[in-house]
């Protein structure tokens, strides 16, 4: 990514490249990729499908988390929770070795992997909540 220094920050699509502010700063890039309906039709990007229904089903997860405790969340997670989620639940699903690729489920992965998440990362659980506790999932009822 380029970076944007100068007085002028700017923001839209000048001539092909594309300029955006993020957290990092004021960003610039240049438009490109590959035709989506040939990702959708070429059998030469059967592994990129698999990949984006993969990743799809990780970040579908995450969002359910995100909305099961969005109480708990408001204001205690940091700005990029969403992304370290996704990153974390993708490994899980990659870890299922019931299902086939790009068919790959969270509930048939490790689920193990996601023990220690934090959803800030500026304020640890450990660091602020005192009261000794146990994680315990069961499967069969959900509680």
């Known amino acids: 990514m380029a970076r944007q220094n100068g007085i002028i920050k700017l923001k839209g699509t000048i ?6 502010k993020t957290a990092d700063g004021h960003l610039a890039r240049e438009k490109g990729g590959v035709d989506k309906s040939r990702i959708a039709n070429d059998p030469a990007f059967q592994r990129t499908r698999e ?25 205690a997670k940091d700005k990029r ?3 370290r989620l996704t990153t974390d ?3 899980i699903v990659k870890t299922d070795s019931t299902n086939e690729r790009g068919l790959r489920t969270i509930q048939d992965g490790n689920l193990a992997l996601l023990k220690g998440f934090e ?5 640890k659980l450990g660091a602020t909540l005192f009261t000794p506790f146990t994680e315990v999932f069961a499967r069969p009822t959900g509680e």
């Open 15 to 20: 001539g092909g490249i594309s300029f955006y």
């Open 51 to 75: 990949n984006g229904a993969e990743f799809g089903t990780a970040g579908k997860g995450g969002k359910l988390v995100r909305n099961a405790i969005r109480i708990l969340l408001q204001n």
């Open 81 to 83: 929770v969403v992304s």
């Open 89 to 91: 639940l993708l490994k």
């Open 119 to 123: 959803f800030n990362l500026n304020g």
